[in-house]
């Protein structure tokens, strides 16, 4: 089972809030009830998969960092974290167009159309920095 936010955790795991559902997650999140704390808790989605026996998880390995931006100081220091590896890199980190382009989801024409809606911004410029890379490749 998953335990939401405990004071005493049985582990050192913690999920980190990225989730793909089947199309019973619309009946799943239908029962779920308030929790104690008056929420309505994804863990509770989450166990009703693990009680049918259809939830997977993935462990992330090292070199995987999982960023808490839940309060404005965690919210700074993630923050403050991918500045400093996008930064030292020379690379964006969880840029979408990026994954999607270099796994062969979309080709150069349409990375080319992300970097032009976005002209005139440093994402936009980064997209345009990939094409050019992948020219001169």
Same mark, same amino acid.
């Given at each position: 089972a998953i335990q939401e936010k405990p004071e005493k955790p049985a582990s050192r795991w913690a999920v980190t809030g990225l989730y793909f559902y089947d199309?019973?997650? =619309?009946?799943?999140?239908?029962?779920?009830?308030? +929790?104690? $704390?008056?929420?309505?808790?994804?863990?509770?989605? @989450? @166990?009703?998969?693990? $009680? $049918?026996?259809?939830? @997977?998880?993935?462990?992330?390995?090292?070199?995987?960092?999982?960023?808490? +931006? /839940?309060?404005?100081?965690?919210?700074? !220091?993630? +923050? !403050?974290?991918?500045?400093?590896?996008?930064?030292?890199? /020379?690379?964006?980190?969880? =840029?979408?167009?990026e994954v999607a382009f270099e796994q062969g989801f979309i080709d150069a024409g349409q990375l080319e159309g992300c970097a032009a809606e976005l002209k005139g911004t440093a994402y936009g410029e980064y997209l345009q920095d990939l094409l050019e890379r992948e020219a001169e490749s």
């Open positions: 199309a019973e997650i =619309c009946d799943i999140a239908e029962a779920v009830k308030p +929790s104690w $704390r008056g929420e309505y808790e994804i863990t509770d989605v @989450n @166990n009703e998969y693990i $009680r $049918r026996g259809k939830l @997977n998880a993935v462990k992330m390995g090292r070199g995987v960092a999982w960023l808490d +931006s /839940g309060t404005p100081t965690a919210l700074l !220091q993630a +923050s !403050q974290f991918v500045r400093t590896i996008e930064e030292r890199q /020379g690379m964006k980190m969880a =840029c979408l167009e």
